[in-house]
């Protein structure tokens, strides 16, 4: 009985695709989680993993294995309030990497609850301040 099997040569393996820019909310509030899909594909049809930047010094290692094609989400929540860049990349089964996607850009308002709160006792301890905004 014959045997067949497959040998792959990892010096003619190539990377991923650059994953599509990150799909998600461009805003949210500070401590909320939020979900954000990509996807790529793999020339070799390998299997891919997926490496998250969240724009805020953290990353979430690497989550897989997916087929090449399939798409793959993640979550994310911010503590502070600020401007972030959230990208991906993918490496397949041989760890040849991709480039990093296209970020895209989240900005996390300061909470509005604490900008009220702020604004009504500026107007408890100024009451002149707010009959001038009248």
Same mark, same amino acid.
């Given at each position: 009985?014959?045997?067949?099997?497959?040998?792959?040569?990892?010096?003619?393996?190539?990377?991923?695709?650059?994953?599509?820019?990150?799909?998600?909310?461009?805003?949210?509030?500070?401590?909320?989680?939020?979900?954000?899909?990509?996807?790529?594909?793999?020339?070799?049809?390998? $299997? /891919?993993?997926?490496?998250?930047?969240?724009?805020?010094?953290?990353? &979430?290692? *690497?989550?897989? @294995?997916?087929?090449?094609?399939?798409?793959?989400?993640?979550?994310?929540?911010?503590?502070?309030?600020?401007?972030? $860049? /959230?990208?991906?990349?993918?490496?397949?089964?041989?760890?040849?990497? &991709?480039? *990093?996607?296209? @970020?895209?850009?989240?900005?996390?308002?300061?909470?509005?609850?604490?900008?009220?709160?702020?604004?009504?006792?500026?107007?408890?301890?100024?009451?002149?301040?707010?009959?001038?905004?009248?």
């Amino acid at each position: 009985m014959a045997h067949s099997f497959t040998v792959v040569n990892e010096e003619n393996n190539s990377p991923p695709e650059k994953p599509q820019t990150p799909s998600g909310p461009a805003a949210g509030k500070p401590g909320t989680s939020y979900l954000y899909t990509t996807i790529t594909t793999d020339p070799d049809e390998d $299997q /891919i993993y997926y490496q998250w930047s969240w724009g805020d010094g953290t990353t &979430s290692g *690497w989550f897989g @294995p997916y087929d090449s094609g399939e798409t793959v989400s993640a979550s994310h929540s911010w503590s502070e309030k600020g401007d972030y $860049q /959230i990208k991906v990349k993918a490496k397949d089964a041989f760890d040849a990497e &991709s480039e *990093w996607s296209d @970020p895209l850009s989240i900005s996390i308002p300061r909470n509005r609850t604490f900008l009220h709160a702020f604004l009504m006792r500026l107007f408890e301890r100024f009451p002149l301040f707010r009959q001038l905004l009248s």
